[in-house]
Every structure is written in structure tokens, then in C-alpha cells.
């Protein structure tokens, strides 16, 4: 296999898109649970602090982290033993997905069930309320089985009801469609296209101000990246279009809050080159410019223009430890004069190491300068560390512990915010077909704005069948 071409599109990749979640905090409850994976486009960090071997999608997003070798790409995948995985992904045998195959493709349905407890669903620094959250996630997912090209389609809808504050109800749907077309056996064009209906969680960084109600959003997004390797050099350059459409909201005195001002489109344009010296160093560099059109107020422009560029070094030292660093410049330029621009270094520092095959330790530094949203006008500067353990107690049961430390320093305003929250988890999986997964999850996000202040717990318990 060749080394930086996508292996194959049977990958489930984290839903990467919700990337431009905001900070850590706000969020926090409702991107735990799909486990998606971090990016530099948020001030937010998403959960686990450090990703699995990301799917073949890292030409759609230039700037994060690329094993720039796969040593499988030169012995074969199929030599890979389940222990040389990563342990939170890991598939032993006796319990890998059957699925339903239909000709050239594969379905594989899923269901999961779960309830937890919040302590505090309001985020309210001075009222917290807690109650029961029930959630079901029906998904299917498709997989051609070509010998050339890949494609691959999956629907998600997830259903959040609350026992006592059915005003925080939601209802999410996603279609997505990622696609694999080879021109030529070093040269393929990648394709990435999702239409979603999601919310913005109360308490979250660009939830309005007193909303007691989700705020709706319908997402389209719609990628494509040409790929090429030219022996140990590979690059990728591509164009991404985003659009949001906002709903409205409701506040406590039963006032509706409008969010039309920051309906809009987001016109992105990304490269990425990368260079392998050796199947245990490469160096790589990776440049997005971005057009923000968003409606505004009549009184008032919400649109930017920006860029992020990013350099940096990847490692892989044996099996055992894996690292990339990185450092770059981001700048946002808002077309209105009083809107403070957003710019300043960045760095990012990613570390796995694996002291045997049962534990993995990951570590994450990280500092940006974005925005809370691509929809949103916050200009932030984000400081963060992350530490996390993947521990195999027996073959079918995974136990996780991770931590969190996070600063956000908000441009032209007067506020800074600090975020500590743990994560701790254990899944167990009965056979090929059903598991089951405790957590408890803790956040607690300081500000010397009062009102942005709060912490909560939540503990809960999912129930998984896959088909």
C-alpha cells in the first residue's frame, strides 16, 4: 500500500464536523458522547484528547494531524494484529462487525440506547438544576466494496429527551457521503459531503444570552481535495463551501431570541504538502484561507476574511511512541471596523505512547487563535493540555481516563475563562453484537464573568447493538 494514499473508506471517521463546535466547556456533554475528534478550528476540545489512526479524510482537514506513515502501507494491512492497534478502537477477534452485504455493498445498522443525570443542564452558575437526559441513536451505514474507489454513505438521527425540562429536547439528523475516486494508482480525488439538522446546546459559547432552548441550525457542508504522491512527497489542495441557516430561540421571560444574523456561507480554500524522510520522520505544512459571507444586522457586518497556516514535524519511534509538532499563525479580518481582529501564533504539540500493547497514554498541548464558531464573532485564544489513558482490561473491555485544562482569553472583551473537566469510562462488549458503556463526565469552566461561570456532573449508561 502506498504510503499517504487512504487505505480504505471502511473507516468510521469522527464527526469531524462538528469541529467548529465552541470551547471546551460549553460543549462539553454533548460531543463526548460520539467521541469525535479534536481540531484546531474551535476554540473548543473535543473528547478523547487525543484521536484513534484518523479515517482517510486528513486532505479535508489540512491542519490537523496526519500519520505521515502507516507501516501497515508497507507489509499489508492484513498483517496488522489486533494488539498493534490503538487500544481505543481496538477489534479483537470473535467481535467484529458482520454487517449485511448486498452485492458490492456492505449495511451496517446500529442502535444505541442510554440515559444519564445532569446536574446542571442549564449551566447555571447560581441555579443549577439537574435531570434525566434519555437518548437514542439509530444509525446506518453503507460501504461499497470496490476493488477501485470507495464510497461510503451513513444516516444519523439522535433523539435527546428530558424528564423535567422538555424544553431542552432535540432531535439531530446527519446524512453524510464520503467518497474515494483513483485517476491514477498515486493520484485520487477525495469527496466529503453532509446535510445535517443540528442545535447549539444551552450554556454552550455561542448559545445567546439567556436561552433557555437549544438553538436549531440546519448544516450543509460539501468538500473536494485532489490528492497526489509523487514518491515521497505527497500534496493535496482542495475547496470546501459551509452553509448555516439559524432558527430561533426562546429566553426565560418568553421573548424569542432571532439568530438570522448569523446565517451565511463560509468559502474555505486549503492545501497541505508533506515530506517523508524515513518511515519514522516526515515534515509537513498546511495553509486554509477562509470568506466568512454572514448576514449580519443592518447596522452591523459579520463578515471576515482569514487564514491559518501550520508547519511542523511528524515521528513514529517503533510501534511504541508516535508524536507531531507543529507551529503556525492564524488571522481573522472582520469587514467592520469596531469588530477586534483575531490573530496570533499557534502551536500544537500531539504525543502517543504505548509502554505495551494493553495501555496507551496520550498527551495534547495546544494553543490557536479562532473564533467560537465559523458563525460567530468571538474572537478567542485558546490555551490547552490534555492527558488520557486507553487501558485493555481483558480483551472486551476498554476502560478510559482522561483530563483537561483549558484557558480562553476573549478578544475585545473583557473576559478569561478557565476550564477543568474529567472523563472517565469503561465499555464492555457482551460479543460481536451488543455492548454496553459506563461514564461520568465532570466540567467545571471559571470566568470573571459571573454569569459564564458553572460546573456539572453527568453520569450515564448506553447500550449499543450493531448489526
Not at 473528547?47 to 479535508?60: E, G
Not at 459531503?193 to 436561552?211: D, T, Y
Not at 517523508?276 to 448576514?295: D, M, Q
Not at 502551536?347 to 496520550?362: A, N
Request: include cysteine; hydrophobic fraction near 40%; charge should be neutral.
Amino acid at each position: 500500500m502506498r504510503a499517504g494514499l487512504p487505505i480504505s473508506l471502511k473507516v468510521k471517521r469522527g464527526a469531524a464536523e462538528l469541529q467548529r463546535a465552541p470551547a471546551a466547556a460549553a460543549a462539553l456533554a454533548a460531543v463526548l458522547p460520539i467521541l469525535c475528534a479534536p481540531s484546531i478550528a474551535g476554540a473548543e476540545v473535543v473528547w478523547p484528547p487525543i484521536p484513534p489512526q484518523p479515517a482517510p479524510w486528513s486532505a479535508l482537514q489540512v491542519l490537523e494531524p496526519v500519520p505521515f506513515v502507516q507501516r501497515w502501507e508497507m507489509s499489508g494491512v492484513e498483517d496488522i494484529a489486533p494488539e498493534d492497534t490503538p487500544v481505543k478502537t481496538r477489534i479483537q477477534p470473535g467481535y467484529e462487525v458482520r454487517g449485511i452485504r448486498a452485492g458490492a455493498w456492505m449495511f451496517q445498522p446500529s442502535l444505541t440506547a442510554g440515559a444519564s443525570y445532569s446536574s446542571n443542564v442549564f449551566a447555571s452558575p447560581t441555579d443549577p438544576r439537574g435531570d434525566m437526559i434519555f437518548r437514542v441513536e439509530p444509525s446506518l451505514r453503507l460501504d461499497s466494496l470496490w476493488e477501485r474507489h470507495s464510497l461510503s454513505v451513513q444516516a444519523d438521527v439522535e433523539s435527546q429527551s428530558y424528564l423535567r425540562n422538555p424544553s431542552l429536547d432535540q432531535l439531530n439528523a446527519s446524512l453524510r457521503a464520503r467518497g474515494r475516486f483513483d485517476i491514477w494508482h498515486d493520484t485520487a480525488i477525495l469527496a466529503n459531503f453532509r446535510v445535517a439538522r443540528l442545535h447549539e446546546n444551552v450554556g454552550s459559547i455561542s448559545s445567546p444570552a439567556g436561552a433557555i432552548e437549544p438553538t436549531p441550525y440546519d448544516f450543509a457542508t460539501g468538500d473536494l481535495t485532489f490528492w497526489r504522491r509523487f514518491n515521497r512527497f505527497s500534496f493535496s489542495a482542495g475547496a470546501r463551501i459551509d452553509s448555516y441557516n439559524y432558527g430561533s430561540t426562546r429566553a426565560q421571560n418568553g421573548t424569542v431570541i432571532n439568530q438570522d444574523s448569523r446565517d451565511g456561507q463560509v468559502y474555505v480554500a486549503h492545501s497541505r504538502a508533506e515530506y517523508v524522510f524515513s518511515p519514522y520522520l516526515g515534515v509537513f505544512a498546511a495553509v486554509e484561507g477562509n470568506r466568512r459571507e454572514l448576514r449580519g444586522t443592518p447596522a452591523q457586518s459579520y463578515s471576515s476574511d482569514g487564514y491559518r497556516a501550520l508547519g511542523g514535524v511528524n515521528l513514529e519511534l517503533s510501534r511504541l511512541v508516535k508524536a507531531e509538532i507543529a507551529m503556525g499563525y492564524a488571522d481573522q479580518t472582520f469587514d467592520a471596523v469596531n469588530i477586534a481582529r483575531a490573530a496570533g501564533p499557534a502551536y500544537r504539540f500531539l504525543l502517543t505512547w504505548s509502554p505495551t500493547r494493553l495501555l496507551d497514554v496520550k498527551f495534547r498541548a495546544e494553543s490557536m487563535v479562532t473564533q467560537a464558531v465559523d458563525t460567530d464573532i468571538q474572537g478567542i485564544r485558546a490555551q490547552s493540555m490534555q492527558l488520557g489513558f486507553d487501558y485493555e482490561l481483558r480483551r472486551n473491555v476498554i476502560v478510559s481516563v482522561a483530563a483537561l485544562y483549558e484557558r480562553d482569553h476573549f478578544f475585545n472583551q473583557l473576559r478569561s475563562d478557565t476550564v477543568f473537566a474529567t472523563l472517565e469510562e469503561v465499555r464492555y462488549m457482551l460479543n460481536r453484537a451488543w455492548s454496553v458503556s459506563l461514564r461520568h463526565q465532570y466540567i467545571k469552566r471559571n470566568s470573571n464573568i459571573p454569569t459564564a461561570a458553572y460546573d456539572r456532573h453527568e453520569v450515564g449508561i448506553n447500550v449499543t447493538a450493531r448489526f
